[in-house]
């Protein structure tokens, strides 16, 4: 069967030459090439080269030379429909069917290359006559020289209705091929077409290969008149339509031309305009590109990780450059896989690239680039911006928020770095919200006994060995979720407010919260992820714990299990109810005061069906 051209050239964009090739060939980096021992003939001097920039591969010893679809053909003898076939469930794309209109499109695509390209060599003349005269005027204000407009082959487009319509139709190209190319507008209402861009400077957008495409154009006015008299504002910046070439959220402005020094620095800059991109080159940074207009969209993400692993977004430093951020860190969660991520920029407030640029020169902008902050550090912003967290209620509220962001994270094992991250963050943050009461907590000396002093012990230690009473009840808790895993989804919002005094078993706490979010655990599927994680001499010390063993069994009642949890957390919260109690006093709020009073004697008189004197720190 035949595919469209321009399908195939999409399959060849989405997967990767270097990564396909390295899974038979090892590979070694090169300049902007790999090299390697070619798997078509044998060979003991490597002759056999890759470019991902171009797409090809090519081996000087047997002249082997293909691209991405070539190499499957050829190495596992797969006939053309097959590997295509193949590649793309790799890619995700959909296999078209291809049809008689489909090779008609392709033609016509085609001719339209040859249209937009027509037109960017006259859009080319306009500026460089008599009537581009004030938009020269107005780049070489910007610090454009004439090297520049032409290496990105700025244009202009006339003030008139017709003038492109005119200037092509001339040179024997339909007028239907124009308006397909979105170049000329066809109006509802029956009058006469005209031309999409008037009075603007016009910058080519160019494809993964550097075709022109489509174009953007530059108002040099903000007004124009109005048909019943007066003015109306117009847009300042317009962009080609969608047409059989150009979807403006699948190509980024300047990445052809940027392709090489990202691959060669390893860093890719994304920046909001047009002016943005070309400024960024001209001061030396030639890996810089920008989407058209709208947010990073899915699509370009994916084109700049071809190229490297966190492309740096340089937005404006203003409220739409913020929200720009925020949508793009939004929309790129879903996709991460392992090393694949993005950083983000701060620019000064009301500062762009080009802006700043002028102000401090490449010096400011290699600061800001050297400050970028990662995906995560964006979100955690984002997300406790929203509110303070000075209660319960809302570090609950911020938790709930940041772990949904984590689940829309597709890659399992990103999103459990990420769930790990932001528990370490929250564990800090609320850690921090409650330092008043600790230290009002630690001044109180005269503490009850059943706090200051335990009985019996944990794990063996009676009153030979002094043990801290709090970090043998964080013990008693991990031991019992670990036993028994069924309780996480009723406790684990207590546990992932806590704070544990030992670092060792804190880490082992936020690992644990992390499985809280999977079904159907049970001990030992719980035990073997722990061991995975460095847990080893952490999950020695739990099974150690003698004087709690009948709990820790597989076969204990779940109801004693979580009857002990809900002595042992109790106990632990103790102090900080106390301390709470200790502030009541002191304002004077005698319903709160009787109410923690109350609370107090209930948690230090509890009595259990069995002896627990002996198992759990500060039982009287």
Not at 187 to 200: A, I, L, M
Not at 267 to 280: K, P, S
Not at 574 to 580: F, N, S, V, W
Request: hydrophobic share 40%; aromatic share 6%.
């Amino acid at each position: 069967m035949g595919f469209p051209p321009e399908f195939l050239d999409e399959l060849r964009n989405r997967v990767s030459l270097a990564d396909v090739i390295g899974r038979r060939v090892k590979l070694t980096r090169r300049g902007r090439e790999h090299l390697g021992l070619c798997p078509f003939h044998n060979e003991k001097t490597p002759s056999f080269t890759l470019n991902e920039e171009k797409g090809f591969y090519h081996c000087f010893g047997c002249g082997a030379h293909g691209d991405v679809i070539e190499f499957i053909m050829r190495s596992e003898n797969l006939p053309f429909p097959e590997t295509v076939e193949r590649l793309a469930g790799d890619a995700g794309l959909a296999v078209p069917q291809s049809s008689p209109q489909d090779r008609e499109r392709e033609k016509q695509r085609h001719s339209l290359l040859e249209v937009v390209e027509t037109a960017a060599a006259w859009f080319g003349q306009q500026l460089a006559g008599e009537g581009g005269k004030e938009s020269r005027a107005y780049l070489a204000g910007r610090g454009l020289d004439q090297a520049t407009l032409d290496d990105f082959r700025l244009g202009f487009a006339p003030d008139s209705r017709n003038a492109l319509k005119q200037a092509l139709t001339a040179k024997g190209i339909p007028e239907d091929k124009l308006i397909a190319a979105g170049l000329v507008i066809t109006p509802e209402d029956g009058r006469d077409s005209y031309d999409r861009f008037r009075n603007r400077i016009i910058f080519p957008i160019g494809d993964r290969r550097g075709r022109v495409i489509a174009f953007g154009g530059r108002a040099l006015a903000e007004e124009i008149p109005a048909a019943g008299g007066g003015t109306r504002k117009i847009a300042k910046y317009l962009n080609s339509p969608e047409t059989p070439l150009f979807h403006k959220g699948h190509v980024l402005y300047g990445l052809a031309r940027s392709l090489p020094a990202m691959r060669e620095k390893g860093e890719a800059l994304v920046t909001e305009g047009y002016m943005d991109v070309i400024a960024l080159h001209r001061a030396g940074f030639a890996h810089a590109v920008a989407p058209l207009g709208t947010a990073l969209t899915e699509d370009q993400m994916r084109l700049l990780w071809r190229a490297v692993d966190e492309p740096i977004l340089c937005f404006d430093g203003d409220a739409a450059g913020a929200r720009a951020a925020a949508r793009a860190a939004e929309r790129a969660l879903p996709l991460l896989t392992p090393g694949k991520s993005l950083r983000f920029a701060s620019l000064p407030a009301g500062e762009d690239p080009d802006s700043l640029i002028k102000q401090g020169g490449r010096g400011a902008m290699d600061e800001a680039i050297a400050t970028a902050k990662p995906l995560s550090e964006v979100i955690w912003e984002i997300e406790t911006s929203l509110q303070s967290v000075d209660t319960p209620e809302r570090r609950a509220s911020l938790e709930s928020r940041l772990m949904a962001r984590v689940r829309t994270i597709a890659d399992r094992t990103v999103q459990d770095h990420y769930g790990r991250d932001f528990k370490d963050r929250l564990w800090q943050a609320f850690r921090t919200t409650r330092a008043p009461a600790a230290q009002k907590t630690s001044s109180r000396l005269h503490s009850p006994a059943p706090i200051a002093t335990p009985v019996g012990g944990v794990g063996g230690a009676g009153s030979g060995g002094r043990t801290d009473p709090q970090a043998e009840r964080e013990k008693v808790l991990l031991a019992l979720v670990i036993a028994h895993p069924g309780m996480l989804d009723d406790v684990a919002e207590q546990l992932g407010s806590m704070a544990f005094s030992a670092t060792s078993f804190d880490a082992l706490r936020q690992e644990i919260l992390l499985l809280a979010e999977r079904e159907n655990l049970d001990k030992e599927a719980v035990e073997s992820h722990l061991l995975e994680c460095g847990f080893r001499d952490a999950l020695k010390t739990l099974s150690e714990m003698k004087n709690i063993a009948s709990y820790l069994h597989a076969d204990a009642a779940d109801g004693r299990a979580r009857a002990l949890w809900d002595h042992t957390l109790n106990l632990h919260q103790l102090p900080e109810i106390e301390a709470q109690l200790k502030e009541a006093e002191q304002a004077e709020d005698w319903e709160r005061f009787s109410s923690l009073k109350n609370q107090i004697f209930a948690i230090t008189t509890e009595s259990f069906e069995d002896d627990l004197s002996q198992r759990v720190p500060g039982r009287v």
